[in-house]
């Protein structure tokens, strides 16, 4: 469980104050699902600075408190960014990480997604998930792995 995210979430407000109750709740949930998906030395990068292009290198983004827009589809909602700045001060999203849910009659399905942007195609690889009364990953001992080594991450078999 990474605490620090844990703490985050209960402390701190999002960037665009005029969500919803519904949006701000929807947020709050995958975050606090993330949390405690993943270990507490997951974030191994530097969050983004406010001079995103003056460093190179990788950089997370926690899009709900620091982004001026929020991305959703279809009941997904981003989570997380990591952006790759280069030497001349362009950037681009080698991996991101989504939240989605349904509400069912019974319970409630989640999945945390990580699509791996960083090489010719996209990969979507499931952190966790519940669909029913069924939890399972597709990340190998994802209780461990750290953010930056998701990025390009190969199934072990």
């Known amino acids: 469980m ?18 919803s109750d519904e949006e701000t709740k929807a947020y709050k949930t995958g975050l606090q699902m993330l949390a405690i998906s993943v270990c507490e030395g997951f974030f191994d990068i530097p969050p983004v600075s406010n001079d995103r292009f003056g460093d190179t ?42 939240f989605k849910f349904v509400l069912t009659e019974d319970s409630v399905d989640y ?23 069924n939890h399972y990953t597709t990340i190998h001992e994802y209780e461990t792995i750290k953010l930056s080594e998701l990025i390009g991450y190969k199934e072990v078999n």
């Open 57 to 98: 290198g990788l950089f997370y983004e926690i899009s709900y408190y620091s982004s001026d827009q929020l991305w959703t589809s279809d009941n997904q909602r981003t989570l997380l960014v990591v952006w790759e700045t280069v030497k001349n001060k362009s950037s681009y999203c080698p991996l991101r990480i989504d």
């Open 2 to 19: 990474n605490t620090w995210l844990k703490e985050l979430v209960k402390t701190k407000q999002p960037k665009i104050s005029t969500l």
């Open 111 to 133: 999945w945390l997604y990580v699509y791996d942007q960083s090489g010719e195609k996209t990969v979507k690889w499931e952190l966790a998930a519940k669909e029913g009364n």
